[in-house]
Structures are given as C-alpha cells and as structure tokens.
C-alpha cells in the first residue's frame, strides 16, 4: 500500500479523501492556490504545497506545478478527486511516466470515454442501449420521415449547428415530422447558416439515472447500483438519491450489466460511473460515462456500505477487489443534498464572502439513521468567487425513502449557514414538494415546479400553527428571563401571562400557554392543544422542539418587535404579543415596501466605478447603466426596460451596500 | 357611598375619554396610538400608577374657561419595565392637538421632580403641536421649566424621548437635552422652524417629512438615535432599551439571567481579519460573537457608519460598546463619528456603564470639509470623552491603530484599563507606506529601496509588540478567546475605584 498520496484537488472532494487515506494510515498531501491558503483540506492534510495564483488555470489544472508538488513531497499516488485534472489523460500520461500512481483508471479509458462520438460508438459496440437515431444527415422531408419510423416516435429534429432551443422540434407522427424537418431546417439555415438536420429519439418524462461501478486491474468488476440524480438545475445536480424510486431489479439488473460490460470494453480499473437517461416506460439510454469518482457517490457508499475511495486506492496499489456482486445488496436509501453557496431568492446569483456562521448538523451513524456531511469549509472561512460554489453535500439514510427525506428535513433545518446567500431553503422546498415525496420527478422537476425562481417555501396551516405553538412558548420564557432582571421593584414584579397572539404569515392565532416542570400546552381558540417541549433557552440561535410529539427545529433570530424564524424552507416574521398589545398593533397601518420596479438596486455590496448614464437620459433595455466593483470583479448593471433615468443617487467612488437604490427611473 | 364612587368613576371615565371618540378615531387614522394606549405598551401590564388625572388649565383668555378637559392633554405617571420603575409622560394629542399650557407642562415638571428624587428614569411621549398659544408667555415659561428639569436630570436618571407626532418649535428643546431621542418613520417629525416658515425666510421648498422626518434625524442631523416603522414596534424597543439602562447615576447598571457561557471561544474569530490589511471586514460580526447572546442595541445605526456605537451584555451585566467599523470610511475617526462616540462615551459614563472599545482606525479622514468644519475641536471631544470616563475602560485592537486616532481610541494613555490586541493589531504613527516615504524621503526616486524600506518599516512596526515592549499594550490575546478576556477583564473591574479632581465642571470642547 502507498505510504503518502497527494490529493490533486480541493473543498470537500480533498478533504473527502484525506479522511478515508488517514484511515488508511495513509499520508496526505494537499495542494492549494493563494485563495486558499487557509482552506480546510489544507488544514486537514499532513502536507500542503502551494501550487499558485487563485485561478484554477494558474494553479490546479496546472500539470507541472501538481507534479512539482508530487515530486517535492515524495507522493507514491495522486487521487484527483472530480473536476480539474480528474478526467484529463495527459496528466495520467504525466503520471506514468513519473511512476506516479493514479487513483483512477487506465488513461485509455479516459481518452476513450472523453468522447462523445467514441464514446457512444464503444457503448454500441458493447451492447450498451443508446438513444436511437440517426447521425447521418437528412436529405429531405421524405427521408426525415422514413428515419423517424425506423426510430420510432415521438422522435427529436435537431439542426447540427443547434442551441437555445433553435432548430429543434419534436415529432409525434409523420405529419410533425414532415413540417419540423422543414421548419427546422429554415430556422437554422436563419440563424445559424447552416441548416443540417439530424433526427434522435426523444426521451419523454427523462430521468437521470447512473450506475456506479468499480472494477481492478485484473478484470475483476461488480456495479454498486445505481443514483438517481433528476432533481437538475440547468444540469446541475442539486439532490440525488440511491436507490432510484423508479427503477425495478430487472432494470437495474440489466443496466448494472451494460455498465459493467462496457467498463470491460475499455479495461477500466477504478471507480467510475455510467450515466443514462431513462424514459417513463424504463427504456434506458446510454448517455456518457465518467471515468472519475462522482460528486454524488455518499449516497452508493450509504446504501452498499462500501467506501469507494478506500476501493479506488486499494485498485490503483494494484490490490484485487475483495467484493462479489453477490456482496452487494441495497441496504436502506439514502439521499444527498448539495448545499451551493447561490441565492435562491435572487435566481441562485452565486455568493461570496466570509461565513460567519457555519454549523451542520451533527453527524451520526446508528443502526436505523444517518446523517453524514461532506464539507470543505468551516465558520470563519471565505468562499471566494474562484471556484465551484458547492461548499457541502449533506447526505442522509434511513430504511426507507420516506425515513430518509424526513431525516434530510430535519438536518437541512438544523444546518445553520449566515453570511453568505445559500440554498437550503430551496433544498427543505424540494424535501416537501409532494411530488418529490412521491418519487414521480424527472430532469424537468426544478424547471416545471419553479418556473418564476425561488420565493420561500409557504408552510401548510397546520404546520404554521405548530411554529405558532412554538414561538408562544419560546417567547414565553424569554419573557420570564426578563422579568429577573436586577433592580425590580420587590413585591410589584412583572407578571407575565398566560394569553398571547402570535402573529405569522398574515395569520393571528390567539393561544393560552399553561407551563410545567417539562414543557407547555399551548392551547388555540378551536379547543385544540400542542404540546411543546424544549430545552431552548433565550438568545440560542437553533431551537430543538418536540411540538405535538414531532420535532420541531426552529432557527431563531431577533427581529424588531419579534422573531424571524426559519423552518422548512420558509421564513417568517413572528410577533407574539399579548392581547392588549395585539389589539393596538392592529391599529397600525400596512406599510408596503417601496416598489423598486422603477429603481436600479445594487446587486451585492460593492464600490460604484463608474456611472454610464445621467438623469434624463433615454436608455435602452440592456444598456450599460452602472458598473458595480465587488471582491475585484467588474459588474455592469443594465436596464430591464427601456425608460429614463430620473434621479441617479450614487456616484463613482461610492461603496453601497446591497439593496441600496442607485438611480431611479421615470 | 356607592355615589361619590360613582362620581369618581365617571370623572375617571371622562379623563380616560381624553379629546373623544372622533378624535381618537382621527389620531387612530394617521397610525398613530393615543397617550393612554402608547403608555400601556410602554410599561408592564397593568403597572401604571396615574398623577393629576384631574388637572385642568386655568387659562381664561380666549373662552377657553369653557373648555377644560381633565388631564390638560398629557398623561403623566409611573409604572414599571419588567419590574424596574420608570416615571412617564404621554401628550395626548386629541386634547388641545397636544399643546403645552402652564399646568400640562407642571404635571411634567411634577413626575421628573419625583423621578430625580427617587432615582429613575423618565420617558417622555411627544406628541404636540407646541405651544399653547392662548396662554402666550405662560406656555413659554412651561417649556422652560421643563428644560430646567432636563438639565438637572441630565446625567441623574437617563431621560428618554419618543417622538410620535409633531415636535416643533421651542419643543424640541426637551427632547434635544435628554439622552435618546427615538422616533417613527412617516408619522412623526421635528423641526425648529416649519416648512412655511422655511420657505417665508430662505424661498427652500421642504416637505415636514424632509425637513424634519425620520429619515432627516437619524441618517443627516443625528438629532435621533433610531427610527422604528410604527408606535408598537418603537415602544417594544424602548422597553428593550430600558433592560439596559441604570436607573439612576446612584445605582449600578442592571443584570440579567444570560444563557451565554463567558469563557466561549469563537474559532472563527480568529479567520476575521483579512490577509490584506485594506480589505474590509464588518466589525458587527464582532460586537455579535463578543456580546451575551449576540444581542447588540445600537445607537444611532445610520450616522457616521464609520463607527459603532451601543449596548451588548457580558455575563448579564450592560456594557457600552465604542467600535471603528472598517466596511466605512475604512473605519477612519470623522467630525460626525467623532461626535457620535464622544456623546455615547460620555452617557456611559455618566451612568457606570463600562465601555469596550473595539479599534481598527487608520487616522482621522483628511481634507478641507473635515478642517473647515472644525474637526480638531469634534474629534477632541472624544478624546476628552475617553480621558474623563472613570467607568470601566477595556480596550480591544484588532488591526490598525495609527496616529493620534490610536490616542484617542481608548488607549493606554487614557487611562484604558486592560488594553489588549490581537497579533493583527498594528500599532503606529501611520501606515508602513506613509512613514516610509517620510522617513527616507531621500531615497523617493528608488522604488527598491522604497520598497525596501517600506518592507523594514512593517517589520518592525506593523505588529502590536513595539507597544507591547512599553507597557501600552497589557497584553497580545488570542482572537477566538477575546469574549473570555474581555469578561474577566470587566469582572476585575466591577470594583474599580476612581475618582476625577474636584471641579465645578469641565469644559469639554463644544
């Protein structure tokens, strides 16, 4: 076995490795970029060397500089993690002529399955089902339909130049056929200039389905089942699951085969992964394969119990596999959530800056649950603009699927994340939307559900009176500390009460709160009572509740007058009052906030460099309005509309924080 | 029997009514809460005890002999804030629009003498249109014995004004001599001369809300000290001011309960200040890690965001808090910042409230606007605010203190108590780049030996050690574990004992 590898890599994929290699009593040796001096991988990691500038391509991806550092600190192997050189066969070909280990396979695999066209030809070749259609190009309409109903409909017309959409039409009979071919081939001779048109099968209700597999050097190889990675945000994964709930044992039987047989074809040895698309009768088509450890792989090592990292290192020291197919049983599921330091609330802008806050939840592995956490942050860590804004994967199992999305619930509400705009809302939406729950999704799932972007989840009624019932306790006891304050008048303290309205999502619930030793009954004006019991004390940011007998996890924050409580991808602004004051607080008006339809906001804190336009000026929609300076990055702000600036309130030089209104227009 | 009862009763009822259904109804229609109610959300339920609820006017001018409401439009009293006492007024504006006549204004000169005698602060309500001009020169003579009593309170019991409505004229003398002034956006605003009058003298066209809104007096004039959306959200956050606040100068700030271990440390703290030193961090983030529970009541958040001022808790106890903030002005010491923390230094400690300074200050900004405006007399009043305070004096450098603004951030000099840094800290006449181009102003032309120079300079001085080696740092502390110093720092303090030489009072630079 190796004594010390070098991870070619870093966040959480680095600090992945370094955990299974220290296990291992296996030496480790981080690479890191100025922008990551103070990275947790390097932190981790035995060794670190620093490889360069913050770019990734002045810095990791840079071949020599990684095989200075192997070469500097005595590595026997390098484990590429995913992305940057993982997949790039020169730097296997670096490798090897080193003598260098790489934890990954044969750089005959990865050059053959680095194309598309190779690829797919291999694939065929090994038997493996591909998306039927036709590569040639098509002469006419007559010919377009003769191919169609060889490939059998509803078929895909696409112009070979196409993009966006363009030149693409989706036949369902031979009529359509006819027409698109025609109607395709005009757009792209317009847009394009180029108006080849190629047909392929069109995949209804896709989903996005992958096998894992892991094979040695000696021709030995099993499949670890399989991932369901639908849930995509313009093709990026943000949670998958294993087992599929789609698929039957025949199917993944037979694509566990075909995977395998196409690993054999190319003499893979390693982990790797072959990625379908799967149609809603559970035909299945090959669409690539990685030749490289997949983000996602938590979910496979949860429900097979093996550790892929450890098998990869085991391979790659040349060791035989020591699992049989038969070994491997799906045990349980297992779902993954991918924490993205992106706003859901502006459109999932990625965000940078310091957390200021970081807290996952604690990570367990007892015999009916599991909650594991892949990180490459800590609290008081920078997230800088360099690299992939994916800072955790919060993974999580239980027996069955139901199990397992309840855990992720109650981990995505007790994972605490400030300073930077994060996803978890989004991802505790995902966790309830029914059709999620149902297992009836596919790669549209995000696109379909969400089409206006992200506001925040809205809780059921019963749901929001469970928060109720939880912020009237919890406000009560933060009310009695206040009543031991020092300096109280004696014999004339403050008592406080029983009776509350707690205000939330434009709803008033009038409770009574009668306490005990162990909790309160919170009792509503219907007669119905929920149970609270907490062990929250006033001031703690995160609030562990049993309300009605089920858990409860609140994030608390002080808001003027109140709360703002975070639960399930929503957040609400929570008064609790007492009647008195609930009758008084109706009596203030509404305010609206200010429409800003007519204004510029800044985006993100920033300096103003420069200001395009001037008050009465016409603009033009997508014109250079103002550019905004933020961590070194120049962003031009444009108009939405056309229109014409009316009072422009920054000028160049000045440093405005986010949502600061920078110029109105008429 | 039961009869005078019953007088009493609807004597009560006919006070309670104030100015009537249709002008409560009136008062309700602009947001805005009448006397009684904004009072019942002041003090704890049930607690208000009432003074002259009978009071009438005794102006006969006018015909106003026929008309004299009980009560004379404000409602005057004591009750408690979680127990702790607070004397209160409240204008009732459905009666005579909130005027001051001569009796309105003894009912309040009545409650602030009892507050100063039995030691505890006193709130006032404002919501009047000024004067009552049928009384004339009487009324005049009301404002000012109200003014007198705010001096002499100024500094005994904490005085706390709410503006909820009109504040004009020689009424805003009041509220401009107590120590906070709070107000609600779109429904209150304060001015000295009105729109009309403005526009009369000097042609400007102003709207009140621009003049004198909420707006104007917490981000421009800092007249207020913060601004709430309405009167129940402004009143709850009073309460919560209170939870700070001595009662008097003759007792000690209160404590309370705290859930927050003092000996916490917060790793991340250590990761706070940037590798570049001219990189910005929020220095808010430290207040909040520092302070119990990360509760932080500022004052005067929108004026001079250069520098942070307001209250935390440690280990239960009020602390005041002096911090340079780095994401403004680089954080540099200004006219308006110097004003801002001189005022808030000195409020401490009139009233024993330790201080913790925070500092991270490059110097004071230059150029002619801070010359012309006087900034050597503005900035002197916070050094002469530091130097004065005898009140518990911890001082924390996490980055650069340079030039005079070292001086005067609560330094040893100053007789700072425990002055620590944090191994960022650069302690210094100026930056390395400045110093070198004074020092070696020979070498200018020779960008090696500049840069050499400069690299000289930073290597002997930009650390805290050279102040360290003098005695003006205590000593260098680990970031993560600032919260446990400082705790302990203020808990060896709480018997501090010190006293300034007699005078009749000192004259700090106006």
């Given amino acids: 076995m190796f004594k010390k590898i070098l991870i070619a890599n870093r966040g959480e994929i680095a600090c992945r490795v370094i955990k299974t290699a220290r296990k291992m009593g296996i030496q480790t040796v981080a690479i890191y970029s100025d922008a990551d001096r103070n990275a947790l991988h390097v932190r981790m990691a035995d060794e670190a060397v620093h490889i360069g500038p913050a770019p990734a391509n002045q810095s990791y991806i840079v071949i020599d500089k990684v095989m200075q550092a192997i070469k500097d600190t005595g590595a026997e192997a390098v484990h590429p993690g995913y992305g940057f050189l993982s997949e790039n066969a020169k730097f296997a070909e670096a490798l090897e002529a080193a003598g260098v280990a790489f934890i990954g396979p044969p750089k005959g695999a990865i050059e053959s399955m680095g194309d598309k066209i190779t690829s797919k030809k291999i694939a065929q070749e090994a038997k493996v089902s591909t998306v039927p259609g036709y590569m040639g190009l098509i002469e006419d309409a007559d010919e377009a339909v003769k191919i169609s109903n060889e490939i059998g409909y509803p078929v895909m017309i696409k112009a070979s130049a196409g993009g966006g959409g363009k030149g693409m039409r989706i036949a369902w009979n031979d009529q359509e056929a006819r027409e698109g071919f025609q109607s395709s081939k005009n757009e792209a001779a317009n847009s394009f200039g ?473 | 029997m039961s009869s005078v009862m019953q007088e009493l009763e609807a004597r009560r009822e006919a006070a309670r009514a104030g100015g009537g259904e249709r002008r409560i109804a009136a008062q309700h229609a602009k947001g805005k809460l009448t006397a009684r109610e904004r009072i019942d959300l002041l003090l704890d339920e049930g607690s208000f005890e009432e003074f002259d609820m009978f009071v009438a006017h005794r102006c006969t001018d006018f015909g106003m002999e026929k008309d004299r409401p009980a009560g004379d439009g404000v409602v005057t009293g004591w009750g408690t804030i979680n127990g702790r006492m607070v004397y209160v007024f409240s204008q009732d504006f459905t009666v005579f629009g909130g005027s001051l006549s001569e009796t309105h204004a003894q009912k309040i000169c009545k409650i602030m003498d009892m507050a100063m005698q039995n030691g505890a602060p006193v709130i006032g309500i404002n919501d009047s249109g000024g004067a009552r001009i049928q009384e004339g020169v009487a ?226 900004l230059p150029g002619t606007s801070q010359e012309y405006g006087g900034v050597i007399k503005h900035g002197a009043k916070l050094l002469f605010a530091y130097g004065e305070a005898t009140v518990p004096k911890v001082t924390v450098i996490t980055r650069k203190a340079y030039g005079g603004a070292y001086d005067v951030m609560a330094s040893k000099h100053l007789r700072g108590d425990f002055n620590y840094a944090w191994p960022t800290a650069e302690i210094a006449v100026m930056g390395a780049k400045g110093a070198t181009e004074i020092i070696h102003r020979a070498d200018l032309g020779d960008a090696d030996k500049i840069a050499q120079h400069t690299k000289d300079y930073e290597d002997r001085f930009a650390n805290p050690f050279v102040a360290a080696e003098k005695g003006f740092i205590d000593e260098v502390i680990e970031p993560a574990a600032t919260r446990k110093r400082i705790c302990r720092a203020f808990a060896s303090l709480r018997t501090k004992e010190l006293k300034n030489p007699w005078k009749k009072h000192d004259n700090i630079p106006l």
């Fill in chain 1, 194 to 666: 180029d108006d080849r048109i190629f047909i392929e099968k069109f995949v209804t209700q896709p989903r996005h389905i992958e096998i894992q597999v892991l094979c040695d050097s000696h021709g030995n190889g099993v499949f670890l089942h399989e991932r369901e990675c639908s849930i995509q945000r313009r093709n990026q994964k943000v949670v998958e699951e294993a087992p599929s709930p789609f698929l039957d044992d025949a199917t993944r039987k037979a694509m566990g085969e075909q995977s395998l047989a196409l690993a054999h074809a190319v003499g893979y040895a390693s982990a790797g992964t072959v990625e379908f698309i799967v149609d809603g009768d559970k035909n299945f088509y090959f669409l690539e394969m990685n030749t490289r450890l997949q983000v996602e792989h938590p979910v496979t090592e949860l429900i097979t119990g093996i550790d892929l990292v450890e098998q990869m290192i085991r391979v790659a020291a040349g060791e035989k596999l020591a699992i049989k197919q038969s070994d491997l049983k799906i045990n349980g599921w297992a779902m993954e959530s991918r924490l993205y330091a992106e706003d859901p609330y502006r459109n999932f802008l990625p965000s940078i800056g310091r957390l200021t806050r970081y807290r996952p939840p604690e990570e367990v592995a007892e015999a009916d649950r599991a909650v594991r956490n892949d990180t490459g942050v800590y609290e008081g860590g920078e997230i800088s603009m360099y690299y992939d804004p994916m800072i955790a994967k919060l993974c999580t199992w239980a027996p069955t699927r139901e199990a397992a999305i309840e855990e992720m619930r109650v981990a995505l509400d007790r994972f605490e994340v400030e300073g930077i705009g994060h996803n978890l809302p989004f991802l505790s939406a995902v966790m309830d939307h029914p059709k999620f729950v149902s297992g009836n999704i596919t790669t549209a799932f995000i696109e379909e559900e969400y089409p206006e972007g992200f506001e925040g989840a809205t809780l059921a009624d019963a749901d929001l009176r469970r928060v109720a019932a939880a912020a009237a306790a919890m406000h009560r006891v933060a009310e009695i500390r206040r009543t031991r304050i020092s300096g109280r008048m004696g014999n004339h303290e403050r008592k406080v009460g029983t009776d509350w309205v707690v205000s939330l999502a434009g709803g008033h619930h009038l409770v009574t709160i009668s306490a005990d030793k162990d909790g309160a009954d919170v009792a509503f004006e219907d007669g119905a009572t929920l149970r609270v019991e907490s062990g929250w004390l006033p001031g703690q940011p995160l609030a562990e509740l049993m309300v009605d007998g089920a858990p409860l996890v609140l994030k608390v924050a002080k808001a003027t007058g109140g709360y703002q409580l975070r639960t399930r991808g929503a957040d609400l602004r929570v008064f609790v009052r007492s009647p008195r004051q609930a009758e008084l607080a109706a009596l203030m008006p509404e305010k609206l906030p200010p429409d800003t339809s007519k204004m510029l906001l800044c985006p993100m804190p920033g300096l103003i460099v420069k200001v395009d336009v001037a008050e009465g000026d016409e603009i033009q929609e997508g014109q250079a309005l103002c550019t905004v300076e933020a961590m070194k990055m120049e962003n031009i702000l444009r108009a939405e509309k056309k229109g014409v600036v009316a009072k422009i309130n920054a000028e160049a030089g000045d440093s405005l924080a986010v949502d600061d209104v920078i110029m109105e227009f008429e």
């Fill in chain 2, 139 to 364: 009324s005049l003579a009301g404002y000012a014995e109200v003014f007198q009593r705010n001096i002499m309170a100024s500094g005994v019991v904490p005085q706390i004004s709410v503006i909820m409505g009109p504040c004009a004229g020689g009424a805003v003398y009041s509220p401009a001599m107590t120590d906070f002034i709070f107000m609600v956006k779109d429904s209150s605003y304060m001015f000295v001369t009105g729109p009309d009058v403005v526009k009369t003298v000097t042609n400007e066209v102003v709207t009140a809300e621009e003049l004198g809104g909420a707006s104007t007096h917490t981000k421009k004039s800092s007249v207020a000290d913060g601004a709430f959306e309405n009167d129940v959200e402004a009143l709850s956050e009073v309460r919560r001011l209170v939870d700070f606040l001595p009662m008097s100068n003759r007792q000690k700030a209160p404590v309370r309960p705290f859930f927050d271990d003092p000996d916490r440390k917060d790793a991340s703290l250590n990761t706070l200040i940037p590798d570049n030193a001219n990189t910005p961090y929020d220095m808010k983030e430290l207040i909040h890690k520092l302070s119990d529970e990360g509760d932080f009541y500022e004052i005067q958040e929108d004026f001079a965001k250069n520098i942070l001022t307001g209250f935390i808790r440690l280990e239960g106890s009020t602390v005041g808090v002096v911090a340079n903030q780095p994401m403004v002005l680089a954080g540099c010491l200004d006219i308006d910042a110097s004003r801002k923390a001189a005022r808030f230094v000195r409020f401490c400690d009139a009233f024993e409230i330790p201080v913790l300074t925070l500092v991270d200050v490059p110097g004071f």
